[in-house]
């Protein structure tokens, strides 16, 4: 099993509305993370969980916040987004180790976010 | 920084057409070279990856050799399919993270 299944799909967000994002693997992978995509554009490293723990956040604006509950699950959480937020919202999951980028990172489908 | 480069797209192709997707790469040191695709409406797939040079890399027909004196890492295929058409990303790693290019949008008439 390879997946990594992202939920929900499509999300439909008001600025002043709270929800979150799930993310599972059940590939035993250690290392977790959350990607932004915007229309046309390469995916952007949001956030890096290693062994559960925040190893790298890109400075990414407190309105989002991630969250992993355990070794399978990775949330992200959002509060007060603009409108600018609008994006496909990508997690990813791979083996961990000293060499963390060497490893093969499987990624779901997405969440696609719509803030209006 | 580290950064990579690949061609703009979108590119058009037909059936059974040879493909090459140029990418080239900047990075101090000797980083694993990937190139991901991303089919519509779906998150990335690993395509296929080298590690050191002159590794080749190949899957599904498609093959890319790391060339550390031109740092590039060309993605061909030599008959591509209508079921090709996606968008198409060379990525480095680097200090723990991926590096993406800005990704090629390949598609393919019948």
């Known amino acids: 099993d390879t997946e990594v299944t992202q939920t929900p799909k499509h999300l439909v967000m008001g600025m002043t509305n709270k929800k979150s994002l799930k993310c599972e693997q059940h590939?035993?992978?250690?290392?977790m993370y959350w990607y932004k995509q915007k229309a046309k554009k390469p995916p952007e490293l949001m956030f890096v969980?290693?062994?559960?723990?925040?190893?790298i956040n890109e400075s990414v604006p407190s309105r989002f916040s991630p969250e992993c509950p355990n070794s399978s699950l990775l949330n992200l959480h959002l509060h007060a987004l603009q409108p600018e937020d609008s994006a496909l919202y990508l997690c990813?999951?791979?083996?961990?180790?000293?060499?963390?980028?060497?490893?093969?990172?499987?990624f779901g489908a997405g969440t696609r976010l719509s803030v209006l | 920084g580290d950064s990579v480069t690949q061609m703009e797209g979108p590119v058009t192709l037909s059936e059974e057409a040879f493909l090459t997707i140029n990418c080239t790469y900047t990075?101090?040191?000797?980083?694993?070279l990937f190139w991901y695709v991303q089919y519509p409406g779906e998150g990335l797939q690993l395509l296929l990856k080298?590690?050191?040079?002159?590794d080749k890399g190949s899957n599904k027909g498609f093959e890319a050799t790391y060339r550390k004196e031109t740092t590039s890492f060309h993605l061909e295929k030599g008959s591509v399919q209508v079921s090709d058409s996606a968008v198409y990303f060379c990525?480095?790693?680097?200090?723990?993270?991926?590096?993406f290019g800005s990704g090629t949008r390949l598609s393919i008439r019948p």
């Open positions: 990075a101090t040191g000797y980083p694993s």
């Open positions: 080298a590690t050191k040079a002159d």
């Open positions: 990525a480095l790693e680097s200090a723990s993270k991926i590096i």
């Open positions: 969980y290693s062994y559960e723990k925040l190893s």
């Open positions: 590939m035993g992978h250690r290392a």
């Open positions: 990813a999951s791979s083996l961990a180790g000293n060499q963390l980028a060497k490893n093969i990172q499987y």
